[in-house]
């Protein structure tokens, strides 16, 4: 044994590692050890939990047992005593892997309950997690397999000491995790592990938990009660969206309209704290004569035409400051914008607080049963067996460009690797301006779409999302990415120019068009949230049919704008075959030809 030997102290702190690795910059440095009989999957499950866990930003390694006896142990034979020194060997480097914030995935063989229970105490001295999965794959299957050929020589007796043989094998009494036993696939032995390292903390959950700000049903008599008692506080329609946007967890962690704190941080730092962006300020105005009637009160009630909605508990009433606000978020604060002519037309207060919301929002406008909550997502792209959900967001109708992006985009998620990738088509669903197509046109040409499978109805979602929308560009664009992330979306495409319109007042775009995608690869508390740029996409003539645009051979295609598709659509003209699904631009083509027959 070495002699005067002094152990050092790092000058670098764990949570300092943890800051530079993986998904959200926290310490997840431990061992997962798997143990079983040669053959039972071991090292196979590692590789893939390894290839899992970097998709999901979390730093690891697989030591593999074959691996480490042609180098870290290759001195070493199969010797009771030998197999000792090996684990223990391994069991030191995997401690150091873990120190160093990685999670080592470590498969070995390890027969013997004291060598396993040496490693956990290795890391149990270091303050290190030890998990231990047992590959409890049977004898006969194990030599079934015999990928190696091992069994059949120790059958023979050309290897002496063979686990499982001649040799002891001395199961976990009580391992961390057990698969294999009952036939698992490794994909579900992956799932298994995956769903325990994130019960003990270690793989983050990508998703952030949602707090929905619905009063319970057991309590909703008490609170109507309450509510008819204090001090009322009437919203107009675009507020009543924003607290729809609050209640069913759009924005978690907000649990109510924003105080000044949170307003500021949103303004300045598009972020309520570190791991969440909040880009938008969500917020409720109020003029000089409410502000008079609510302030000081301990809780409010907020009505909408004349019904009790929610309760507001300790209103925090504060300056509007309209034109700070309007140059942070929108880069101008001229009235002629249409979000920020409503900023203008509110009182100079806004007031913030906590909410209890007493029922769930519906509008009784044929619709409801596509506002689905994030949770209601949530569970239904578990209950289609999603292993990626990727959205796209929009406020106009599809086009065969827009679908082509969407397929291409579920392609290439198949080939990194998922088996079920779904899409989640997510219009915009509040307010929009005048000029925009209404919400009920696009939704009946969303499910012509379907109906004509350009896009695949069995790997889709169509839902609502209730926020309004307020044209204010990359900002703007992180709020899409952020609550598309809170409905379970781990893929987000965005478009060119995302939330954009054009100046107000000068004959220019309001926002540089490759800023939104810009931003949002930069945009903080979006972790694990990946963002798929828009390929611009075009009517290729020679094709007849809408393809991504090649600047090498710009002469074959033909862009149809938004401007020119109105144009069609007026004039009764069909645009070029393959543009849109025929059903779709018929339904486009009646809402613009009613249009001008009305003018």
Not at 331 to 359: A, M, Q, W
Not at 489 to 506: K, L
Not at 568 to 581: H, R, T, W
Request: glycine fraction near 8%; include cysteine; aromatic fraction near 10%.
């Amino acid at each position: 044994m070495a002699t005067n030997v002094k152990e050092e102290t790092h000058h670098v702190s764990r949570s300092n590692r943890g800051e530079l690795l993986g998904v959200d910059s926290k310490f997840r440095g431990c061992t997962i050890w798997f143990t079983g009989l040669s053959g039972a999957g071991k090292t196979t499950l590692s590789f893939a939990l390894e290839a899992e866990l970097t998709r999901r930003g979390v730093p690891c390694y697989g030591l593999d047992g074959d691996n480490c006896r042609k180098g870290l142990c290759g001195d070493l034979g199969f010797a009771d005593k030998d197999r000792n020194e090996n684990i223990r060997r391994v069991g030191e480097v995997s401690k150091l892997f873990a120190d160093g914030g990685i999670v080592s995935l470590c498969s070995f063989i390890s027969p013997f309950l004291s060598d396993r229970q040496m490693v956990r105490e290795i890391h149990g001295n270091g303050n290190l997690p030890f998990y231990e999965v047992y590959v409890g794959t049977p004898l006969e299957v194990c030599e079934k397999r015999d990928p190696k050929g091992l069994y059949k020589k120790a059958r023979a007796g050309q290897i002496k000491g063979f686990t499982g043989i001649d040799s002891e094998y001395q199961p976990p009494k009580n391992p961390d995790v057990l698969v294999g036993s009952k036939g698992e696939s490794i994909e579900e032995s992956v799932e298994a592990v995956i769903k325990f390292l994130t019960e003990k903390g270690i793989v983050p959950d990508l998703h952030p938990e949602i707090t929905e700000l619905f009063v319970a049903d057991s309590e909703k008599a008490a609170k109507a009660a309450e509510a008819a008692k204090l001090p009322k506080l009437p919203m107009d329609q675009l507020s009543l969206q924003w607290l729809q946007v609050l209640a069913e967890g759009w924005a978690s962690p907000l649990k109510g309209f924003m105080r000044e704190e949170d307003f500021l941080k949103s303004l300045h730092f598009n972020a309520t704290d570190p791991e969440s962006n909040q880009s938008v300020p969500i917020v409720l105005p109020c003029d000089d004569k409410q502000k008079a009637e609510i302030e000081g009160k301990d809780a409010i009630t907020l009505t909408y035409e004349g019904k009790d909605i929610a309760i507001m508990r300790k209103p925090e009433v504060y300056d509007a400051i309209k034109e700070e606000r309007c140059s942070r978020q929108f880069g101008c604060h001229d009235p002629k914008h249409p979000y920020i002519k409503f900023i203008y037309e509110y009182g100079d207060f806004l007031v913030g607080g906590e909410l209890e919301v007493l029922d769930a929002i519906k509008w009784n406008d044929g619709l409801d049963e596509y506002r689905k909550t994030p949770l209601q997502l949530r569970a239904e792209f578990k209950k289609m067996g999603a292993d990626a959900v990727y959205a796209f967001q929009l406020r106009n109708p599809v086009h065969n460009g827009h679908a082509l992006l969407m397929q291409d985009t579920h392609r290439k998620l198949v080939e990194q690797g998922f088996k079920k990738p779904v899409l989640l088509l997510h219009p915009l669903g509040g307010w929009t301006k005048s000029d925009d197509v209404p919400l009920h046109t696009r939704m009946q040409q969303h499910k012509a779409v379907f109906a004509e499978k350009v896009l695949d109805p069995e790997a889709s979602v169509l839902a609502i999302f209730p926020s309004p929308m307020m044209y204010a560009g990359p900002t703007e664009v992180q709020w899409h990415a952020k609550s598309r992330k809170n409905a379970g979306a781990n893929f987000y495409i965005v478009g060119r120019d995302p939330a954009g319109m054009s100046h107000p007042t000068e004959d220019r775009n309001l926002y540089q068009a490759h800023h939104g995608k810009q931003v949002l690869s930069m945009a903080p508390g979006l972790r694990g949230l990946k963002i798929i740029p828009f390929r611009v996409a075009a009517y290729n003539k020679k094709k007849g049919a809408m393809d991504f645009f090649d600047p090498e051979k710009k002469d074959d295609f033909m862009f149809i704008s938004g401007t020119k598709m109105r144009g069609y659509a007026k004039s009764g003209e069909q645009p070029p075959d393959g543009f849109m699904c025929p059903s779709g631009w018929k339904i486009i083509a009646e809402h613009y030809q009613k249009l001008a027959k009305k003018k």
